[in-house]
């Protein structure tokens, strides 16, 4: 046993020697992992502890759970994870259900010129900053007369005062979601769309299959283990209130954060007020583990119907 995996080793450092620059190009993924999402571990200590600069992480005084307290007693608690949960979801489903279809129709595009040109405009979104698509949104919706109610009226419907109607900006912001990110993620499902063989369409057509029968029965089944898999990396994150889009389109507006308000942008105001730092890390801490839980229940659920589709 012992002989078979110093063989294995030694078989592995021969791979690493005679293929160094193959290697080296992992290097710079592995350092921002190492640096940004290993190394900052050792800070999960704050969420227990009183924190204070002078003393630093090790010396602050221990706490225990007594940073949790604020923010799961709060009176907000309940409505600011109700909103994080169902913005998370529609931002999934829809995003993920535009990006799908859209790859449906740019693997039925034969014009090469064409297909370029269009993916570049759709993909552009992905790049522009939330400040900017904020400054876009106020425009529309916000001010005395919002762009949106001129084009109202001229279609003959009633104004609306946006900036007032909380349960209008769920919808609203989930399809700023899918004009920003649908773009994006289409490029991973057209990649997989071309992985798909060709020999398999072709027998399609020799039976008579339509365009419609074969995306249905061909291209959407093959489809659904990379679905799966950007979906439960999403999921993943469901805990995790997108802040720089919900502030930088929301902001301070209080009237809006019935159905707005996240936990990052909670967070984010609390901090402000006290300065304590503990609270904030105890949040995140928060968000991290329940993320891994549903990410460890969403695989588990499919990996029940399709083994293929799961992570691990």
Known sequence: MQYQLNARRGS??????????????????LLFFLVFSYFPIYGIMIAFKDYNYAKGITGSDWVGFRNFNYFFTS??????????????????????????????????IRNVYFKRISQSFIFLPYFMS???????VQSLFGGEEPMINAWLQNVGLEPVNWMFESKLWPYI???????????????IFLAAITGITED????????????????????????????????????????????AMIYAI????????????????FVFRSMRQLHDFGMSSAVGLFQSVMGLVFVIAANWVTRRVSKESALF
């Open 130 to 136: 939330w400040i900017v698509v904020g400054m876009i």
């Open 200 to 243: 398999l369409y072709e027998a399609a057509r020799i039976d008579g299959a339509s365009k419609l029968q074969i995306v249905l029965r061909i291209t959407l089944p093959l489809l659904v283990p990379t679905i799966m898999i950007m979906t439960l990396l999403a999921v993943g994150k469901i805990f995790n209130g997108d802040f």
């Open 75 to 108: 009176d907000d608690f309940w409505v600011i994870l109700r909103n994080t949960l169902t913005l998370n979801v529609l931002f999934i489903v829809f995003t993920t259900a535009a990006a799908v279809l859209i790859a449906l129709m740019f693997n039925e």
């Open 250 to 265: 929301i902001g301070d507006n209080s009237l809006l954060y019935p159905t707005t308000d996240v936990i990052d942008t």
């Open 12 to 29: 592995k450092l021969k791979h690493i020697i005679r293929n160094p620059f193959l290697y080296a190009m992992a290097v710079p993924g």
């Open 173 to 187: 912001l989930t399809v700023i979601r899918v004009w920003q990110g649908a773009g994006y993620l289409s490029i």
